[in-house]
């Protein structure tokens, strides 16, 4: 159903069983921030991270191959994970902004012709 | 006396004040913005979209400024993306 909104092992990155590559994939933050902070959370709460670790390492699945097509995409995704409104205001503004250039043509053909049509018209 | 409070407002933290902390926080969390299948699907598409049109946006401004020579698409006018990508360094 939602194959890109869902939280994957990120196994290619992986350090160890690849949790905090794919928190880091899911929310955009570096990676290694992530595993600072999760050394420094299972020193903290004196091994209950770990537990979850594994417990997440077991239960989330792998991330598909091919699952973005290069690095735009992805990051794209990550912004509509976090924020979706936020990516599909940056999608409408992309239409919007085809429009322009569009109208942009539009215009410079339109106009073209009727000078066209005026040089014709003296010619006469 | 203190012997009394102390434990009491351990207990009150531990059992009231954390999971107070934490049940704010889920409920925060659920109610943020989120989106369902169908709308991740559409959203899929209306961006596959907007790269398509935009790249055959660039060849035609392309192609027309090659015909005309006094044709300046908007686009020439604003920051070419370079098509290096320091991720893809080896």
Avoid at chain 1, 30 to 41: K, S
Wanted: proline share 4%.
């Amino acid at each position: 159903m939602s194959v890109r909104t869902k939280f994957y092992l990120d196994k290619q990155n992986a350090k160890f069983l690849g949790v905090c590559s794919g928190l880091a994939d899911y929310t955009g933050i570096e990676a290694i921030w992530l595993r600072v902070g999760m050394v420094f959370l299972a020193f903290a709460t004196s091994g209950t991270s770990v537990f979850i670790y594994f417990l997440i390492a077991w239960l989330a699945p792998n991330k598909p191959a091919g699952l973005y097509q290069g690095p735009e995409e992805e990051k794209f995704w990550q912004g509509v994970r976090s924020n979706p409104s936020r990516s599909t205001a940056q999608v409408r503004s992309t239409f919007r902004d085809i429009d322009r250039r569009l109208a942009d043509i539009e215009m410079y053909y339109t106009s073209r012709n009727t000078r066209l049509a005026d040089e014709i018209d003296s010619l006469r | 006396m203190e012997e009394v409070f102390l434990p009491i407002t351990i207990v009150g933290i531990l059992f009231v004040g954390l999971p107070w902390v934490i049940m704010h926080y889920i409920t925060r969390w659920k109610t943020a913005a989120t989106i369902t299948g169908e709308d991740e699907k559409l959203l899929d598409e209306l961006y596959y979209t907007a790269r398509q049109l935009e790249e055959r946006l660039l060849t035609v401004e392309r192609i027309i400024a090659a015909d005309n020579p006094d044709f300046r698409p908007l686009s020439a006018s604003r920051q070419e993306q370079s098509p290096f990508d320091i991720s893809r360094r080896n």
